[in-house]
T-cell receptor
């Protein structure tokens, strides 16, 4: 089945540790995104990539890093510099197809990160 | 400046009734798209409906319709014949241009009452 796969679903991190969240898509989409969601809040953009080997910071990039070595993969590393990393992380992808309605952003099922 | 505003933190609706979730937006780009997503308690984001800035007619998808008032910069979601399974968070979002990130509102929690 085509889609976006995030792993792990649940992750616990000790303070001071880096952790990497995986995001893989088999939709052949060019663009990929990482969002953070805090309880009862909307989604905030961390990083996005419109093409392989290129990415841009979003609104809350501090304490996070990404790479885009392959079209289908966009891993997010939550570093120890991120002071409050406990949140729900969503990966998404899209592609600029012919019709605007097909240019929808599709999301993975998310990863819950808890700092213990 | 906040680009997407959802003024209703929570809404209640009786089963089988219609409900309108409000969304206003702010942009100076003439080309933009407006989206609504549903997020159940499981956390997944489910795409519901899309409206392009140049679309002349309001978008509809089954029980969902988007009341697009361009001059007022409003893109309200209307859910007809509410069902218990409609209970969830609903997010309005906008993108300017193609292949750019979505900007989200803070969401509205809809509770459907039997």
């Amino acid at each position: 089945d085509g889609g976006i796969t995030q792993s792990p679903k649940y992750l616990f991190r000790k303070e001071g540790q880096n952790v990497t969240l995986s995001c893989e898509q088999n939709l052949n989409h060019d663009a990929m995104y990482w969002y953070r969601q805090d309880p009862g809040q909307g989604l905030r953009l961390i990083y996005y990539s419109q093409i392989v080997n290129d990415f841009q910071k979003g609104d809350i990039a501090e304490g996070y890093s990404v790479s885009r070595e392959k079209k289908e993969s966009f891993p997010l590393t939550v570093t120890s510099a991120q002071k409050n990393p406990t949140a729900f992380y969503l990966c998404a992808s899209s592609t600029p197809l012919a019709t605007e309605s097909e240019n929808t952003i599709y999301f993975g099922e998310g990863s819950w990160l808890t700092v213990v | 400046a906040q680009k997407i505003t959802q003024t209703q933190p929570g809404m209640f609706v009786q089963e089988k009734e219609a409900v309108t979730l409000d969304c206003t937006y702010d942009t100076s780009d003439p080309s933009y798209g407006l989206f609504w997503y549903k997020q159940p308690s499981s956390g997944e984001m489910i795409f519901l409906i899309y409206q392009g800035s140049y679309d002349q007619q309001n978008a509809t998808e089954g029980r969902y319709s988007l009341n697009f008032q361009k001059a007022r910069k409003s893109a309200n979601l209307v859910i007809s014949a509410s069902q218990l399974g409609d209970s969830a968070m609903y997010f309005c979002a906008m993108r300017e241009g193609r292949n750019t990130p979505l900007v989200f509102g803070k969401g509205t929690r809809l509770s459907v009452i039997a």
